[in-house]
């Protein structure tokens, strides 16, 4: 199961266009989801599927699908419609292993060599928290290479049995000595779900139906194939590959070993948040269950007030959650056409929005990429420092952002200081008399910001009167402004 992770999915799947326009607005109130229903209305129109929750404190505050969960019928998504949870799932066995841990079934150091026959030796020190952690050394898949058996087949759903699936992960080359650096692996997460069926003497299946699945109250929440689900309630992946008679986890194989423990789960956004209130629960209440949760971060990273994990794959799916604790708040999506590149732009401004907080301080390098490089257009970034205007670090974007708040604060009494301070001695006069056309408004709001040099051009919108703006900033070698030039379009 491709990873999505949000630290990672940004490089695997993301760095494209839906950032670039209707992107919502820096400052607003939290409450006012208006944003959000115009925000995912602009998305449906660009073509996108999906479905969208918000709950805070276990009431719904938000709730909307969007597009088809079934184009040739015609079947558009709604609120029961069942999507793949992809590496979402690894939440689940890392929830099962913790509980296990608890009850003394397990530890913490517990090695491979405990579960399994004939582990080769560099792999004999592998602990469960390794892991849990990605910190075994193990490779990304163990999947990969079969097309030559299987052409018409995708990886994750290469028919190999839980033997062959173990001796190919036992065999593959380590990518370091284990615990001593980290890198994202299914494999051990499949090894985790073997470990979880030796311990206990039961299917993967019924352990997590019966630790997680039936106390948390879920309806629909299952793995593939499921007997629960009726086919047009399935959403059907768009993307470059597909399988199946319909390509959706309703005709999918229910037990695949490529997926083992590590995807293979589907259900609507009501059931996902059903588990997942119930695993964080746990970890409230019960002290170990937060320690252990807490000591097995994989995004070590992110504050501990947050939650977020994701899941993916080549057959079109995207889901993925972000919850604030301490206010009780989850956001959940899931999306069956894979937009590519689009996704994390996206959901970086619904977070922005939700939780003011910014997707770019867990990857800040892949963001710098696609945000800060010279001579291309740029997504905005937020800019924690002034204003509502998502500009990238620097002082000629500082200076735009001061510019910015002025006019659409219509704060003209301020214009002529900020003219003296900013502009150039030869230039002053002449930027006074400039502005007297500038756009003063507060329903403007950027459209994109592009770079050359010692250049900055500036797009604009005004949502009320639908007219466009551009400003073309010229700097001089101390970045100061030398001059400003304003079109109407």
């Not at 062959?164 to 001593?180: C, D, F, H, N, V």
């Not at 929440?221 to 993307?239: C, E, H, M, R, T």
């Not at 204003?387 to 009494?413: E, H, V």
Request: with cysteine.
């Amino acid at each position: 199961m491709r990873r999505l992770l949000f630290i990672l999915f940004f490089s695997s799947f993301f760095i494209s266009s839906c950032g670039q326009e209707g992107k919502l607005p820096e400052v607003v109130d939290e409450n006012d989801l208006s944003v959000l229903d115009n925000y995912t209305n602009g998305l449906e129109e660009k073509g996108v599927y999906g479905s969208f929750l918000v709950i805070e404190k276990d009431v719904v505050i938000f709730k909307k699908s969007i597009g088809f969960s079934n184009r040739e019928k015609k079947i558009k998504a709604n609120k029961n419609t069942i999507y793949p949870y992809g590496s979402i799932t690894k939440e689940y066995t890392s929830s099962v292993v913790f509980q296990l841990i608890i009850e003394g079934i397990l530890k913490e150091t517990d090695d491979l060599t405990q579960f399994f026959d004939g582990v080769p030796n560099d792999k004999k020190a592998i602990t469960i928290e390794q892991l849990l952690k990605h910190r075994s050394g193990l490779q990304e898949y163990h999947g990969l290479n079969l097309s030559h058996k299987y052409p018409n087949v995708p990886a994750d759903f290469y028919p190999i049995t839980k033997n062959e699936a173990l001796e190919r992960i036992l065999s593959q080359e380590l990518k370091y000595a284990p615990g001593t650096s980290q890198n994202y692996s299914n494999s051990g997460y499949t090894l985790l779900a073997l470990i979880i069926e030796k311990v206990t003497g039961k299917s993967f299946e019924d352990v997590i139906y019966n630790y997680i699945l039936k106390p948390a109250n879920t309806k629909h929440a299952d793995f593939y194939s499921s007997k629960l689900w009726q086919p047009n309630q399935v959403a059907i992946g768009y993307n470059n590959q597909t399988y199946g008679k319909e390509n959706s986890a309703y005709y999918w194989p229910r037990h695949t070993m490529t997926l083992f423990g590590n995807g293979g789960m589907a259900g609507s956004l009501d059931d996902l948040y059903k588990g997942l209130r119930f695993m964080i629960k746990n970890q409230d209440e019960n002290p170990k269950y937060g320690d252990l949760g807490k000591a097995f971060r994989y995004l070590e990273n992110l504050p501990e007030e947050y939650i977020t994990y994701g899941g993916g794959d080549d057959l079109g799916f995207v889901a993925g959650y972000f919850v604030e604790k301490q206010k009780d708040k989850y956001f959940l999506f899931a999306l069956n056409n894979n937009i590519g590149n689009d996704h994390a732009y996206m959901l970086r401004d619904i977070i922005l929005l939700l939780f003011d907080f910014d997707f770019a301080r867990l990857a800040p390098d892949v963001f710098e990429q696609s945000d800060y490089s010279k001579n291309e257009e740029k997504h905005l970034t937020k800019n924690d420092l002034k204003g509502k205007w998502r500009l990238p670090p620097g002082n000629k974007f500082q200076k735009i952002g001061i510019f910015l708040d002025l006019i659409t604060a219509s704060d003209r009494s301020t214009i002529d200081a900020f003219i003296n301070e900013q502009c150039t001695h030869s230039y002053a006069k002449k930027a006074k008399k400039a502005s007297i056309e500038w756009p003063f408004s507060e329903t403007i709001d950027y459209k994109k910001i592009s770079e050359s040099g010692n250049t900055l051009k500036v797009t604009l919108v005004d949502s009320k009167t639908k007219k466009s703006y551009l400003f073309i900033f010229s700097f001089d070698k101390n970045n100061r402004f030398k001059n400003i030039k304003f079109n109407e379009f």
